[in-house]
T-cell receptor, first 115, second 116 residues
Framework: AQSVTQLDSHVSVSEGTPVLLRCNYS??????LFWYVQHPNKGLQLLLK??????LVKGINGFEAEFKKSETSFHLTKPSAHMSDAAEYFC?????????????FGTGTQLKVEL | GAVVSQHPSRVICKSGTSVKIECRSL??????MFWYRQFPKQSLMLMAT?????????EQGVEKDKFLINHASLTLSTLTVTSAHPEDSSFYIC????????????FGPGTRLLVL
């Protein structure tokens, strides 16, 4: 079975400062990992995904994440936060069971961006 | 591309009634659709996986007779909450796979159900 742990339920940063949202995964095989963002009253939007290609993955809106097998981590970063980045972020792992595409979500990290 | 819609966006119903939620892939064919449930300030929990033309696969603990799923076409899946009770009140979200890009799921905006 696979799982993800998001280490922080809430993160608060000032606008213009770096963002770090932490995620650790557990999997018995090489996983596919995703970061999704959920803005209030909007659907989940895919930020980026890792599927065993380059370990540094660049996504939309300036976000990126690095897959580190030795640390079983897939932390999400952004050099400079913007007010519009305030949202809920989910780290997700894709499993091989359930037809090959079952997603397991982390508990989410609420990002707050202050002026 | 890859837009998924849900209807209705919000619904309020009386206890004991049934509610149908539609999930549509607007610009692609979805071989597989998924239904999730999200409680306030919690993560998404997969309820069931449906493939077009076949019976849905339910996750452990999800009552298949209470949450009826129909995937009649490659662009439409429906979730019917039968004999709804207040504890069924939640945010229901669907997602869909493109046939050509299996590893990415595209999510709908969700349906908020309130059972009085």
């Amino acid at each position: 079975a696979q799982s993800v742990t998001q280490l922080d339920s809430h993160v608060s940063v000032s606008e213009g400062t770096p963002v770090l949202l932490r995620c650790n995964y557990s999997s018995s095989y090489s996983p596919s990992l995703f970061w999704y963002v959920q803005h209030p009253n909007k659907g989940l939007q895919l930020l980026l995904k890792y599927t065993s290609a380059a370990t540094l993955v660049k996504g939309i809106n300036g976000f990126e994440a690095e897959f580190k097998k030795s640390e079983t981590s897939f932390h999400l970063t952004k050099p400079s936060a913007h007010m519009s980045d305030a949202a809920e972020y989910f780290c997700v792992v894709r499993g091989l069971t359930g037809g090959g595409n079952k997603l397991t979500f982390g508990t989410g990290t609420q990002l707050k961006v202050e002026l | 591309g890859a837009v998924v819609s849900q209807h209705p966006s919000r619904v309020i119903c009386k206890s004991g009634t049934s509610v149908k939620i539609e999930c549509r892939s607007l610009d692609f064919q979805a071989t597989t659709m998924f239904w999730y449930r999200q409680f306030p300030k919690q993560s998404l929990m997969l309820m069931a996986t449906s493939n077009e033309g076949s019976k849905a696969t339910y996750e452990q603990g999800v009552e298949k007779d209470k949450f009826l799923i129909n995937h009649a076409s490659l662009t439409l899946s429906t979730l019917t909450v039968t004999s709804a009770h207040p504890e069924d009140s939640s945010f229901y979200i669907c997602s869909a796979n493109r046939a050509s890009l299996q590893e990415t799921q595209y999510f709908g905006p969700g349906t908020r159900l309130l059972v009085l």
